[in-house]
């Protein structure tokens, strides 16, 4: 008795224990219609240790995007058992979204908000990435900061031909994954899993546009065709909407604000006597990023205090 009360008094003296470092991860699962589904794999993700911060899905997309926040080792297994969702409910097969996608779960990117997040986001997506393949048999391909090949260091490197492709380039030993077994699974495809910065995803409407001319202007405003730095963009149609869109994502906000990326397509489609719309930020958005004129003026549509990533998971290590 006398040493565990001695215990309790050491213990009071000493300082708090320091916290567990939060790490984030933003999953983006292939369905977007089916609320029963998109909910039984947002509480696939939520247990001790983890939460899921926001949810946006998109039914012409076929597509959700999830933000979880959580202890490292928590994180890890929330997305395993979120992977093991996706396989059992998802079936690609049957998947007819605008949106590129070679899985179920088809990205899994652990997001290091700074230079000294990217060890522990990378022992995180490293190890998710050997459970998925030997506990789920799920082929997976590693990008981002722990990709094996440079010359395939961005999901869009494994998409480029489709799901079709990818299988073909797998069975002919083009493409070996890094784990997993050496072929597609039937139902759910393939993984891949990655470390990054954060990234934004952003969507232009217009209202009144073609397909033909929602691919004219992202090609003017990807990176590739002289458009700003770290912008990847595709030209959609919308179906369920009625009405094209430019899809984008903002690999890099300090280089390409969101102001700067809306305006650049907002000009692009000028230039074609194109009508631009509402823009429509998808998930979190860090705080710097929304920097410059007010949303307001930039005609970003249904922007919600909740949207901002430091809101949400105060927690997070931030760099400068």
Known sequence: ???QGS???LDEGLPPSPASPLA???PNVSEGRDSGIIAALADACRGPGTRVIDVH?????DRSVLTVVGEA?????ALVALAGECVDRIDLRRHRGVHPRVGA???APVVALDEDDVPLASEIATGLAGRLGAELNLPVFLYGAVATDPARALPRDFRRGGLEELGRAIESGELVPDHGPPRLHPTAGAALVGVRPPLIALNVWLPEGSLT????IAARVREAGGGPPGVRALGLYLPDAGMAQVSMNIEDHRAAPPALVIAAVRSAADALGVESGDAELVGLVPREALGGPSPSALRIG???PGQILELKAPGLRRGP
């Open 302 to 304: 249904g922007l919600r």
């Open 105 to 107: 779960l088809d990205v």
């Open 213 to 216: 001319e929602a691919r004219a």
């Open 7 to 9: 215990a309790q008094v």
């Open 73 to 77: 080792l928590a994180l890890q297994d």
């Open 24 to 26: 984030l991860a933003v």
């Open 57 to 61: 899905s998109d039914p012409d997309h």
């Open 1 to 3: 008795m006398a040493v």
